[in-house]
């Protein structure tokens, strides 16, 4: 689906659910950071470069205005929480930069033809609740084990791994999908009954699109398969979670957001949580078996 900042404009009833989400993951993941930070500073130099990957990635994303102040503030805090999570050479930041080369480019592709049909993200680049809702799940993902049982109650260590990946993975999947799909894909068809809709409509599929899609999804997986020495199956595990959670952002477009019950920011936060959740269940159901 489209993240276009006249989302909360066109259904303004619905922004306290961008509010929610917020909400929901922002303390949850500054409580973690500043603990973390407390329990590392000041003999630890992981905290010292997380902090200042974390400033110089909020900075570069507000000079390119990919995002306003207040995403780039989150989006640093996110880089922060993943780091923190992941330290050294071998983090998810690797994963989290493929995402934001291949959305930076995806989005600024053909950028006038998508002014003319008016589904152009907005020239301040995304909100604070469009970046928690595309990387909030895979970041909270990185919370300690005890937090984890208390909130989710979901398995730890490699687990949790590839369900941050395979949400890292449908955030880039459905970027790709909608920025690329609706100028390269022509007319798109709407996932629910395959009827030819305008370019732009919430739930509207095009076989360019998902293409673009599936392959955003893979090189983010890729990139998460050198760093971490993934098995092919673990890699096939959070690819297909992205595809799977593509197609349900399709479908919840289709019907929940288009009924007014949901708006995009909704839309893509459950989307990656069905990502993460599928990645997660599928790990745990094999390794049961194995």
């Keep these: 689906m489209p ?37 590392l500073w000041p003999v630890s130099r992981v905290a010292v470069v997380a902090l200042a990957i974390g400033a110089a990635f ?26 923190l999570w992941t330290p050294g050479w071998r983090t998810l930041l690797w994963s989290l930069l493929a995402l934001f080369l291949l959305t930076f480019a995806a989005t600024r592709f053909g950028r006038r033809h998508k002014e003319k049909l008016g589904t152009a993200e907005g020239k301040r680049g995304r909100s604070a609740s469009q970046v928690a809702a595309n990387l909030g799940v895979a970041v909270v993902a990185g919370i300690p084990l005890s937090a984890r049982h208390v909130w989710l109650g979901i398995y730890p260590g490699r687990v949790a791994l590839i369900a941050a990946i395979a949400s890292l993975s449908e955030a880039t999947a459905d970027t790709l999908s909608s920025e690329l799909g609706q100028v390269l894909g022509g007319e798109p068809r709407l996932v629910t009954t395959l009827r030819r809709v305008p370019t732009g409509t919430d739930g509207a599929i095009s076989l360019i699109g998902t293409l673009a899609g599936a392959v955003g999804a893979t090189i983010v997986t890729a990139v998460a398969a050198i760093v971490f020495h993934l098995t092919p199956l673990e890699s096939g595990i959070a690819v297909a979670g992205g595809i799977l959670g593509l197609f349900i952002d399709s479908l919840l477009g289709a019907t929940l957001e288009r009924r007014g019950w949901l708006n995009n920011d909704a839309v893509n936060a459950v989307s990656t949580l069905a990502a993460a959740l599928f990645a997660a269940w599928a790990v745990v159901a094999i390794d049961s078996r194995w």
């Design 3 to 39: 993240d276009r900042n006249a989302d909360s404009l066109a259904r303004p009833s619905l922004h306290w659910q961008s509010q929610l989400i917020l909400l929901l993951i922002l303390p949850l993941i500054g409580v973690f950071v500043l603990l973390e930070l407390i329990q």
């Design 58 to 83: 909020a900075v570069l994303v507000w000079m390119l205005r990919a995002a306003t102040p207040a995403a780039s503030l989150t989006g640093g805090l996110f880089t922060v929480s993943l780091y």
